[in-house]
């Protein structure tokens, strides 16, 4: 909510003329409900439908394997890779 300091505020600084901060304080303030937001919490993004619980497992299962491969030195970097562009394919 915008508090009059704050408008106040920007009538200092010339954003809006001092004449119109009492009314728009008023109009802010108003118990009007279209002016109250519909939803204000963020819809998630990452779990839009049961497939992407299908997804998620089947990386954690790719990984589980990769690392059941007992791999040496710089070998994980392939798998890895191949973890890394699956995962941006899948994603987009």
Do not use: C
């Not at 839009?48 to 710089?74: A, C």
Request: glycine share 4%.
């Amino acid at each position: 909510m915008i508090s009059k300091t704050q408008l106040q505020q920007a009538a200092d600084q010339q954003i809006i003329r001092p004449d119109q901060i009492e009314p728009l304080f008023e109009f802010l303030t108003s118990s009007d409900s279209s002016l109250a937001p519909v939803n204000s919490e963020e819809p998630l993004k990452f779990i839009r439908s049961f497939g992407d619980v299908f997804i998620t497992l089947g990386i954690v299962l790719l990984v589980i394997s990769i690392h059941q491969m007992d791999l040496n030195g710089y070998a994980y970097l392939l798998p890895a890779g191949a973890l890394v562009l699956l995962s941006e394919w899948l994603v987009r």
